[in-house]
């Protein structure tokens, strides 16, 4: 644990979202709890915010109980609400970077990002990957991590992330996969504080393949590399069919599961605890957390966004890098 307490960092993500209106509300949840700081405009807080501009993270620790520590990023405009401005999409990345440095840094303990419009930046800045993660793994010179959605019912990873489903059979290797299990059973270890983490990993097709009658992954390669990675020492099992491994008491099995495309994961998690998701990145040498959701532009700016998923992202930031 750190010798003196660090702020979570948290990114403004979409100004015309809902982003800096559910940071303002986590930090009156959390206030007394979670030392933190937002990087973004505080222009484009919600009216009424008690904040506080700060030089750097360790003015941010001693205020974040009394106001909203704000390191501030001039973004040159105020935001409407519901529609992103092309000149906004650059200091959307750059705080992002921003975050990564000060955590990179050791002057933030974790980062959490707020939600972000992928076209609005492809659009107004060129971004040039399909989301969070993928420019995560960037910054930090990864050549891959896996997103794990996380709650107090469920942690799932999808093997595959955003792409489409007709792709991901050919994406689905066993070089890939083996991978990703292995990054899942060291994030649990290691952020997790799981010392023998179990994982279940679902089956590709329908009914796990149903002894080929449905698909021959599971019996051409993913039930070989199962017993594979069970004679290396780890706990797995499967491959299991998905519509069978989201129950309760099936949960109750395991610590993560690993599915194989990004509906086989979200679905379950959302559909279990919507409003208390987390996403996790795993495979970064720092944490980094996010609220499993979007921008919501139709709700931006209304009062009426449910904070509850980004107090959720910043707790358990704070609570992975300091177990």
């Given amino acids: 644990m750190n010798s003196r307490p660090l702020p979570v960092a948290i990114s403004c993500g979409e100004p015309a979202g809902i982003g800096p209106e559910i940071a303002a509300r986590a930090w009156a949840a959390l206030a007394t709890r979670v030392p933190m700081v937002w990087l973004g405009d505080p222009a484009h807080l919600p009216i009424g915010t008690p904040y506080h501009v700060v030089a750097d993270c360790a003015e941010a620790v001693r205020v974040s109980a009394e106001a909203l520590p704000v390191l501030a990023h001039d973004f040159g405009s105020a935001a409407i609400h519901g529609?992103?401005?092309p000149a906004h999409a650059q200091g959307v990345i750059d705080v992002i970077a921003r975050g990564v440095d000060l955590v990179r840094s050791g002057q933030a303990a974790a980062i959490c990002t707020a939600p972000i419009h992928k076209k609005a930046l492809k659009e107004g800045a060129d971004f040039a990957y399909p989301g969070h993660t993928e420019y995560l793994?960037?910054?930090?010179?990864?050549?891959?991590v896996v997103m794990m959605l996380a709650s107090d019912q469920l942690r799932v990873v999808p093997a595959t992330i955003h792409i489409a489903l007709a792709d991901v059979p050919a994406a689905l290797t066993p070089a890939k996969l083996?991978?990703?299990?292995?990054?899942?059973?060291a994030g649990l270890r290691d952020r997790f504080g799981l010392d023998a983490p179990r994982?279940?990993?679902a089956g590709l097709n329908p009914h796990a393949g149903e002894g080929g009658a449905m698909g021959t992954e599971e019996?051409?390669?993913i039930a070989d590399l199962v017993v594979q990675m069970q004679g290396e020492g780890f706990d797995l099992r499967g491959p299991l069919p998905a519509d069978t491994m989201f129950h309760a008491a099936a949960r109750a099995g395991y610590d993560a599961a690993v599915a194989m495309y990004h509906d086989q994961a979200l679905i379950p998690i959302k559909t279990l605890d919507f409003d208390r998701g987390v996403n996790v990145t795993l495979g970064l040498p720092f944490v980094r957390t996010s609220p499993?959701?979007?921008?919501?532009f139709d709700?931006?700016?209304r009062g009426l966004a449910n904070p509850s998923s980004m107090v959720e992202a910043i707790r358990m930031a704070d609570r992975m890098a300091n177990p």
């Fill in 83 to 85: 529609t992103p401005q």
């Fill in 137 to 144: 793994a960037a910054l930090a010179g990864m050549d891959d």
């Fill in 178 to 185: 083996r991978r990703v299990i292995e990054m899942t059973h």
């Fill in 199 to 201: 994982i279940a990993v």
């Fill in 219 to 221: 019996q051409d390669w």
């Fill in 292 to 296: 499993d959701h979007g921008t919501a």
């Fill in 299 to 301: 709700i931006a700016g």
